[in-house]
């Protein structure tokens, strides 16, 4: 059975009372729920991971090239200039998805550029908690596909 990590950055903590008409209303645990029900019919395990701390979400991004298959990752305001986490992904060897709940190119001027997602598998912003699946999605396609190559 794969592994999947689930990190969500800075805030994301806060999802149904941090600014709902931007996130929605729905909270963290829902949407882990969300990913565990999907985790069920697709044969796949999530471990989920929630820090405000840059250097929290390193660690486990480290942690996470050894013990899981692929990473899906929402680094919120990290996003636009952490490169110390830019510099993790781009030294782990499992593949990591950036996700996004709201579109940030639709947003303030600096969210509009993201410092980890040229390291990244791909980017999936703007489709609310859908992203967070189609991520797992695409992750189990490339980590299925790598297995039935060797």
């Known amino acids: 059975m794969e ?13 149904g009372v941090r600014e709902p008409h931007i996130y929605g209303k729905k909270t963290l645990a829902d949407l882990e729920n969300e990913l565990k029900s999907l985790g069920e019919k697709k044969q796949v395990q999530f471990s989920f991971f929630q ?3 840059e250097g929290e979400i390193i660690d486990k ?3 996470a090239d050894q013990q ?3 990473v899906i990752l929402n680094p919120g305001a990290f996003t636009h200039y952490s490169y110390a986490i830019r510099d993790a992904i781009a030294s782990i060897s499992k593949p990591v998805i950036e996700v996004h709940i709201s579109n940030t ?8 550029h993201s410092v980890t997602a040229p390291v990244t598998q791909g980017q999936i912003i703007g489709l609310g908690f859908y992203g967070y699946q189609l991520a797992a999605l695409y992750l ?3 980590i299925r596909e790598e297995t039935h190559e060797a």
């Open 105 to 112: 190119n639709q947003r303030e001027p600096f969210r509009h």
């Open 68 to 70: 899981f298959d692929g």
């Open 51 to 53: 820090s405000n701390h």
């Open 61 to 63: 991004l480290y942690e």
């Open 140 to 142: 189990l396609h490339l």
């Open 3 to 15: 592994r999947i990590l689930v990190i969500n950055g800075p805030n994301l903590n806060y999802l």
